[in-house]
């Protein structure tokens, strides 16, 4: 399919740079449809907002800049976890929610793909556990009681 571009207009009603989109098949049969930009060199990268869905059903709907998740977006992994939050180079890096099959959630800080930092685990009693994460170690968390 051939690629569609948009113009975009400000609030004072001048057009602001054309920002291309469109959909692409990938050979590995995965999808994007969403913001893109050509490169100096006539690559095209993902680029702006978008949407790539792999052929194995893990989608991603967010923020693209140099052909990486990059900014905020939503990861629906195959297994049924989805990460809500903040990506850098492809990871899950910065503030966000990521919750499991099983529906327990953890809210907080990533590096890396890694839970590091500030952050809460909502088990599937709905119990909550808050404290500081070190990838799969939180030593010190404490319980927080409903009342």
């Given at each position: 399919m051939?690629?569609?571009s948009?113009?975009?207009k400000d609030n004072q009603g001048s057009a602001?740079?054309?920002v291309p989109q469109g959909e692409f098949v990938f050979p590995n049969n995965?999808?994007?449809k969403g913001e893109y930009k050509v490169t100096p060199g006539g690559a095209i990268e993902r680029n702006g907002h978008g949407t790539h869905t792999s052929s194995n059903g893990m989608?991603?709907?967010g923020e693209w800049s140099e052909d990486r998740m990059?900014?905020?977006g939503v990861l629906e992994l195959p297994s049924g976890a989805v990460y809500d939050g903040d990506f850098y180079n492809n990871q899950f890096h910065g503030n966000g929610t990521y919750t499991w099959?099983?529906?327990c959630v953890y809210k907080g800080s990533f590096s890396n793909n890694k839970l590091l930092g500030e952050g809460s685990f909502i088990d599937t009693d709905d119990q909550?556990?808050?404290g500081n994460f070190h990838d799969r170690a939180a030593p010190g968390l404490k319980f927080k009681l409903k009342l």
């Amino acid at each position: 399919m051939r690629p569609k571009s948009k113009d975009r207009k400000d609030n004072q009603g001048s057009a602001k740079p054309s920002v291309p989109q469109g959909e692409f098949v990938f050979p590995n049969n995965d999808k994007y449809k969403g913001e893109y930009k050509v490169t100096p060199g006539g690559a095209i990268e993902r680029n702006g907002h978008g949407t790539h869905t792999s052929s194995n059903g893990m989608v991603y709907n967010g923020e693209w800049s140099e052909d990486r998740m990059n900014g905020h977006g939503v990861l629906e992994l195959p297994s049924g976890a989805v990460y809500d939050g903040d990506f850098y180079n492809n990871q899950f890096h910065g503030n966000g929610t990521y919750t499991w099959p099983n529906g327990c959630v953890y809210k907080g800080s990533f590096s890396n793909n890694k839970l590091l930092g500030e952050g809460s685990f909502i088990d599937t009693d709905d119990q909550i556990w808050a404290g500081n994460f070190h990838d799969r170690a939180a030593p010190g968390l404490k319980f927080k009681l409903k009342l």
